[in-house]
């Protein structure tokens, strides 16, 4: 390949700067699992060289194996015996699971411990959904399905959950709602085991006090991954949520609406940068509820696709929240309980109720949706009754058949309400936290 100036692409790059006579040290940067033989990992060698058979460890999992494998990619998996500094290729350890290879580690000889390579951040799971079988009979096929996805996936983080509706599942951790997206339709396409995935939601930290309290919980600070194991209010101190510093680029004549989005969903705009080229530059820090679900699509909507969004960790900071609880015919229904800010409390609660209200099926009998806080009802919508005509097949007689049916039909929908199931589609719990 010739460049602009008459020399190779080869000539005008310098080699990188390693050197063969230091230590092994190498760079894990990309992962995969390989039927029968373990865990592949891609390697690009620092310094140093490694052999097949070499002792090696991986400094920030502190965890030692043997290479059983070493080579390049030419295209293909071409076995080398030997990588030196400065080569990139792929390394086989008889690891057994991807998590045992976690992306950015540092890898050297196991007695010549090396300085870990600058940079590295574990993955860290941002976005927290419950995934249940749609049929209780599916969840062995379920289980199997995400144990096999999770062997190329090291990043999603695993937990039992269950209830009282929706039976046995998982509480699942994704580094983002497109991951969470991906990760549930190669479920549904890959493997034919169609989820209901309950509403997307973050971790929260409360601080509580009394010493019964902490004893029973073993700490006095709790993360809240599922909003129903949220404590009793009245003993907790102070409440915390993730916030993000976010980088909005969109053009200038979009300045009125940028702002207008930030406002709503509690930003900070704590710099404004004009570019020469007609866009201005964000920086703006935001609660992380705020921007998981529909925060991209608003930004691309209001600046006719031209705006970009990036952003990073910005830890935990203080802030006043409420854990709102739907009930359907006074049930509680657990999965769409969510923590909101106070001041948004009742808008989003007004929001969910119209929200399900539009997407719930109309049964025989009557439904009340109730958002409640605590013990407070806050938002209210009825679902009325799918009405039959039982006085269809009278032809006359005395008006009171007519009035017996009726009474008849009327007795039936009291019972249907106190013990009728309500289906909620799997589709309905991310639609009530769509603005």
Known sequence: MFNTRGGTTVDSIPPPMCMSSEPCCALLFDSWFANYRGVGCSVAMTNGKLQKGDKIMLIHSQRSYEVSELGVMHPDEVSTGVLYAGQVGYMY??????????????????????????????????????????????????????????????????????????????????????????????????????????????????????????????????????????????????????FVNGTVMAPDSCAGSIMTIIRDRRGECREQTTLENGFSIYKVTFPLSEIIVDFFDELKSVTSGYGSFDYEDAGYHSS????????????????MAHITHVSQARTVARRIALQLKENLDQHLFQIAIQ?????????????????????????????????????????????????????????????????
């Open 93 to 242: 350890a008889n690891m057994r699971n991807t998590r045992e290879a976690t992306v950015g580690d540092t890898i050297c000889h196991q007695d010549k411990v090396v300085k870990a390579l600058p940079g590295f951040r574990a993955a860290k799971p941002m976005v927290f959904a419950g995934v249940f079988p749609t049929d209780q009979s599916q969840f062995i096929g379920l289980k199997s399905a995400i144990e096999k996805l999770l062997l190329n996936d090291s990043s999603v983080s695993v937990g039992m959950e269950s209830s009282a509706s929706l039976g046995q599942g998982w509480r699942l951790g994704f580094l983002g709602l497109l991951h969470m997206d991906v990760f549930c339709e190669r479920l549904e396409q890959e493997y034919l085991t169609p989820v209901i995935i309950t509403t997307p939601s973050v971790p929260y930290r409360v601080r509580i006090h009394g010493e019964k309290n902490i004893k029973l919980y073993g700490t006095d600070e709790l993360t809240i991954l599922n909003p129903c194991n949220l404590p009793d209010p009245s003993i907790i101190v102070e409440y915390s949520e993730p």
């Open 320 to 335: 006043s929240l409420a854990r709102l609880d739907v009930y359907l015919n006074d049930q509680p229904v657990d999965e």
């Open 371 to 435: 958002i409640k806080v605590g013990a407070k009802v806050i938002a209210r919508e009825d679902i009325k009754a799918l009405r039959k005509d039982v006085t269809a097949k009278l032809y006359g007689g005395d008006v009171t058949r007519r009035m017996k049916l009726l009474k008849r039909q009327a007795e039936g929908k009291k019972v249907l309400r106190k013990i009728g199931k309500i289906n909620v589609p799997k589709e309905v719990f991310i639609s009530i936290l769509k603005r």
